[in-house]
Nanobody, 121 residues
Framework: QVQLVESGGGLVQAGGSLRLSCAAS????????MGWYRQAPGKQRELVAT???????NDADSVKGRFTISRDNAKNTVDLQMNSLKPEDTAVYYC???????????????WGQGTQVTVSS
C-alpha cells in the first residue's frame, strides 16, 4: 500500500502565496504520475496540475502562470507552489499519485487525505 501525506495548507489573503507538499511512502516499486487535484464546496474534484516521472507537467488553465508543480523522484515527493492566490482557489487540495507496488504490482491511483486552502478577499 502507498500512503500520501500532505502539508502546507492554510488561510491566506488574496494575492498571497502558499506551498503544498506531499510525500509518498510505503513499499513502492515505482511512482509514475504525481499531482494535485482540488474540490470546492458543491463542486466536483478537478485537476490542478500533474507531473510525470520525466518532469512533463499538465496544468489547469485556471492556474497557469500562478501555480508551479515540481517533484523529487528520489524522495517520492511532489510540491505545489501557489502564487497570486484568488478566492476562487479556495478548496480542499488532494495529493495524487499513480504507483506500482505490492500486492498487485500494477499502476494504481492513490490519494492523500486532503488539505484545506482558504483564500480571503
Amino acid at each position: 500500500q502507498v500512503q500520501l501525506v500532505e502539508s502546507g495548507g492554510g488561510l491566506v489573503q488574496a494575492g498571497g502565496s502558499l506551498r503544498l507538499s506531499c510525500a509518498a511512502s510505503g513499499i513502492i516499486y515505482r511512482v509514475n504520475a504525481m499531482g494535485w487535484y482540488r474540490q470546492a464546496p458543491g463542486k466536483q474534484r478537478e485537476l490542478v496540475a500533474t507531473i510525470s516521472s520525466g518532469g512533463i507537467t499538465n496544468d489547469a488553465d485556471s492556474v497557469k502562470g500562478r501555480f508551479t508543480i515540481s517533484r523529487d523522484n528520489a524522495k517520492n515527493t511532489v510540491d505545489l507552489q501557489m502564487n497570486s492566490l484568488k478566492p476562487e482557489d479556495t478548496a480542499v487540495y488532494y495529493c495524487y499519485c499513480n504507483a506500482i507496488g505490492p500486492p498487485l504490482w500494477r499502476g494504481d491511483d492513490y490519494w492523500g487525505q486532503g488539505t484545506q486552502v482558504t483564500v480571503s478577499s
